[in-house]
């Protein structure tokens, strides 16, 4: 639980820095996570009713707070790091990825922390940093590593980007013979804008039938750090030779037109991902909201990295229950799906992060 609250309080020092670090850039306020404990008024069974409306009224004046906070950071940081060196544009992609990851790890974890039986603050706050740490833990990836590459590092958009071989062994099950080696390209996004990245991953090897080279294209927000173009070979002895080529991904479409009173929320979630274990991207999706609650209507992809992504997307949002108060209104979604690479023998299904907010 220290360890969780000097997280958080070390994220909240981060926003206030991020705040203020340019006089150009927009303010971005971190939202607070509203307390559990202090905001349960109601006990009695006969309000329980009462109670659920005024929780939810708070939980989504939280999550709106949360997807303006993830929207803001985006769309300015690329302003603070104006004049900034490589590396301290470094340091601010690092502090907006701690903020954003902590912010949206509370906000799926706040269901859990008002659902808490307990009457014993204590012990009601210890459980919601518990909830926050696991889904904390949840959006960042698990991998065994048994070589790497040099790293080779690229000056661009005033930062720079970066990429490397790496050995993943030799996992998964296979029935005769021990299965053939991973490999893959690690991509790294140090720069203050959205990448498109194209990775071959090319296997050096006496047997050249007994290897797979990989190939790949992927988006990378600034901060992320990816695996990706896997890779297979037979032989320990095989090197791999990466080439990557990284350009500033395409200026994606407006969304529509949204009153500043207008809000749109669901229920927080700690989705569930869905795709291969090698796919990453990210899809916008437009919808009308219901009369007051109930599910997106008229939704259609007005964007999406790949097709496969774009019906995922569209499958995972039509099955949630939206409230607004602007019934009718035109509102943007994007979800973004991040694989993880597998683990071992017993993990290799799909497996990584879904990140689903508002886009204003």
């Not at 080696?181 to 990448?195: G, M």
């Not at 030779?241 to 991904?249: D, I, L, Q």
Request: net charge neutral; aromatic share 8%.
């Amino acid at each position: 639980m220290r360890r969780l609250l000097k997280l958080r309080r070390t994220v909240l020092l981060i926003a206030a820095v991020l705040i203020h670090c340019s006089a150009q850039a927009a303010e971005c306020i971190y939202p607070v996570m509203p307390d559990p404990i202090a905001e349960r008024k109601l006990s009695d069974r006969e309000h329980l009713a009462v109670e659920r409306v005024r929780q939810t009224t708070i939980v989504d004046a939280y999550q709106t707070s949360v997807f303006k906070f993830v929207v803001c950071q985006r769309s300015e940081i690329e302003k603070r790091s104006a004049k900034l060196s490589p590396a301290a544009v470094r340091s601010a992609i690092l502090d907006m990825s701690a903020a954003e990851d902590q912010v949206l790890a509370e906000l799926a974890s706040i269901n859990s922390c008002y659902v808490s039986s307990t009457t014993d603050p204590a012990k009601a706050h210890k459980d919601c940093e518990r909830f926050i740490g696991y889904m904390l833990d949840e959006r960042r990836p698990r991998q065994r590593i048994e070589s790497r590459s040099p790293v080779q590092e690229v000056n661009a958009y005033g930062g720079t980007w970066s990429y490397r071989s790496f050995g993943l062994g030799r996992p998964g099950e296979c029935s005769d013979a021990p299965c053939d080696r991973l490999l893959a390209v690690e991509i790294t996004n140090w720069t203050p804008v959205t990448l498109s990245c194209k990775a071959t991953l090319n296997i050096n090897t006496e047997y050249p039938e007994r290897a797979s080279p990989g190939e790949q294209t992927v988006t990378l927000n600034p901060g992320d750090s990816i695996l990706m173009a896997p890779a297979s070979a037979r032989e320990d002895a095989a090197t791999a030779s990466p080439a990557v080529e990284c350009r500033r991904a395409l200026t994606l479409p407006s969304p529509p037109r949204v009153p500043e009173k207008c809000t749109v929320n669901w229920s927080p979630n700690n989705f569930q991902y869905s795709l291969g274990s090698w796919t990453f991207g990210r899809a916008l999706i437009e919808f009308t909201a219901p009369a007051t609650h109930g599910p997106p209507a008229d939704m259609f992809v007005t964007y999406a990295d790949d097709p496969r992504i774009g019906d995922a997307a569209l499958s995972l949002f039509k099955q949630l229950i939206v409230r607004t108060n602007c019934a009718g209104q035109r509102f943007r979604v994007r979800i973004e799906y991040r694989a993880f690479p597998p683990l071992g023998p017993f993990q290799i299904g799909e497996t990584g992060v879904v990140t689903v907010f508002r886009d204003e």
